[in-house]
């Protein structure tokens, strides 16, 4: 079981139709991952150029530009910079297949002290061509070839090698001492003399607005 880690950021490695859209859908699916926390470049690319409808050997597949990779990238590494200062768990999903690819990313989590980890995917290369000729977005095979061969199945960076269809789990972070007691009061619909007298007998009482422990400390 591979377990994933919040206030991290996780830079998904791999050819196009290895999983990485599967392995996002069970995150979603499985831990209710919200969209916010994944970047993806082919999502960016629909937003700015739109799709293309295209024709192969296997029929009709959604094809999308490339043109605007330069603005994409742009765009990805402002957004990326904006979520690793505030701290936030990140998915990025673009292929990203080689350390020459990864390293932007690696120094923007940096920069900020965020944990960073490659998590690089692959299955033979033989199942991949056979999920690509199976998908609305399709890619050439020739592309596949080609991203195979400059695909890098390491890293100097933290990594794991995986299959996308692996089971995992997340883990959240809890910045309060699990030793702590804690009192959580909502809305008390009126019944404020019951509120004060649980207070009490907690050991807390109300002066001026403000929660006080018996030690006269405001909380």
């Known amino acids: 079981m591979n377990e994933l880690k919040t206030n991290t950021l996780y830079i998904l490695s791999g050819v196009p139709s290895v999983g990485k859209s599967t392995f996002i859908e069970n995150l979603k699916t499985n831990f209710e991952l919200p969209n916010n926390c994944i970047l993806s ?3 960016l ?3 700015f150029v739109g799709t293309n409808n ?10 999308i530009s490339q043109e605007a990779n330069p603005l994409i990238f742009d765009v990805l590494k402002r957004v990326l910079n904006f979520r ?6 990140t998915f990025l999903d673009s292929t990203a297949l080689n350390d020459e690819m990864r390293k932007d990313y690696v120094d923007i989590a940096r920069k900020h002290n965020m944990e960073v980890e490659i998590l690089i995917f692959d299955r033979d290369i033989e199942e991949i061509k056979k999920s690509n000729s199976q998908r609305i977005k399709r890619v050439p ?3 596949i070839d080609r991203m195979y061969n400059d695909f890098q199945k390491d890293s100097i960076y933290p990594h794991r090698l ?3 269809f ?3 789990t997340l883990e959240t972070k809890f910045l309060i001492d699990e030793n702590v007691k804690l ?10 003399e019951d509120m004060e007298n649980l207070l009490d007998k907690e050991g807390f009482f109300i002066e001026n607005d403000c929660i006080f422990n018996k030690v006269k400390t405001c909380i």
């Open 162 to 164: 995986l299959n996308p």
């Open 41 to 43: 470049t082919d999502e």
């Open 45 to 47: 690319r629909k937003q």
């Open 141 to 143: 095979e020739y592309v």
């Open 183 to 192: 009192f959580i009061v909502g809305d008390i619909h009126g019944l404020y």
């Open 54 to 63: 295209s024709l192969d050997e296997f029929g009709v597949y959604e094809s």
């Open 84 to 89: 690793m200062q505030e701290g936030l768990t």
């Open 166 to 168: 692996d089971e995992f």
